[in-house]
């Protein structure tokens, strides 16, 4: 297989129909991201690079990515919503992503295919002022093309493994729509990332293990926490790393 043609600056600020910076290289692109939004880069802003040296993920866990393979970037985002209700971004980021490339979503925001292999990671980093949120920085690594991860990943997967080959220009322009979209109907309707989020669920039902906690997934509450039916009644996950343990 040919190695995918490298991003271009015109060609993805096309596809977003936003402003785009492309970097070569960068150490994180979430970093970078809030360096722009605290010098007062505008909602919307789109800060990707084929090459991240430093990326992190949930739990602070480092970010792997092969360079020139996969859609590496942060959006700056400027909701009209009280901080408490930030989580609610992410879980629609992740709802967006799963929606534009028909695939599940693991609690609260890892994007699997069918079965179970971790194709996308999403992060949410809060910029506050005092106790008003100022922006949200939303960080993605979406594996593409790449096929060979270090084997320290555990069960990674890509859409080139499910057998696409897409145009990721086209592809970064599709879910950054989808996810500005989103995110301003939470503006006014918040209820609807629960609900979709349900819909594209891989965890809801199955019994699943968050460190000593272990009960079946039954639903996730108003502020995206998980909840568990365990023995001892319903327990509500705030954080935590969510293992698949089995189905019912």
């Not at 995918?4 to 994180?28: I, K």
């Not at 430093?54 to 400027?78: D, I, K, Y």
């Not at 996308?120 to 790449?146: M, S, Y």
């Amino acid at each position: 297989m040919s190695a995918p043609p490298p991003l271009e600056q015109e060609a993805l600020r096309r596809a977003c129909g936003r402003p785009v910076v492309l970097l070569p290289s960068c150490g994180s692109t979430n970093r970078e991201a809030a360096r722009l939004a605290q010098e007062g880069a505008e909602h919307g802003l789109v800060v990707i690079t084929e090459r991240q040296t430093e990326g992190r993920g949930r739990q602070g866990r480092a970010w792997m990515s092969s360079e020139g393979q996969n859609l590496t970037f942060s959006l700056v985002l400027r909701p009209r919503l009280p901080t408490a209700q930030a989580p609610l971004i992410c879980l629609g980021a992740a709802v967006a992503i799963a929606e534009v490339t028909d695939l599940r979503i693991k609690w609260p925001n890892d994007v699997l295919d069918d079965e179970g292999r971790k194709v996308c990671g999403v992060l949410a980093e809060l910029v506050t002022v005092g106790p008003r949120l100022d922006a949200v920085i939303l960080g993605v690594g979406l594996n593409v093309f790449q096929t060979a991860f270090p084997p320290e990943l555990p069960n990674p997967g890509s859409l080139a493994l499910l057998g696409r080959r897409v145009d990721r220009a086209a592809l970064l322009g599709r879910i950054v729509q989808e996810i500005f979209t989103r995110a301003a109907e939470l503006e006014t309707n918040p209820g609807w990332v629960l609900e979709a989020w349900r819909q594209r669920s891989h965890t809801l039902g199955r019994r699943v293990r968050v460190g000593d906690l272990e009960g079946v997934a039954e639903d996730i509450r108003d502020d995206g926490a998980l909840l568990i039916r365990t023995p001892r009644g319903l327990k509500p996950v705030l954080t935590g790393d969510v293992e698949l343990v089995g189905r019912l």
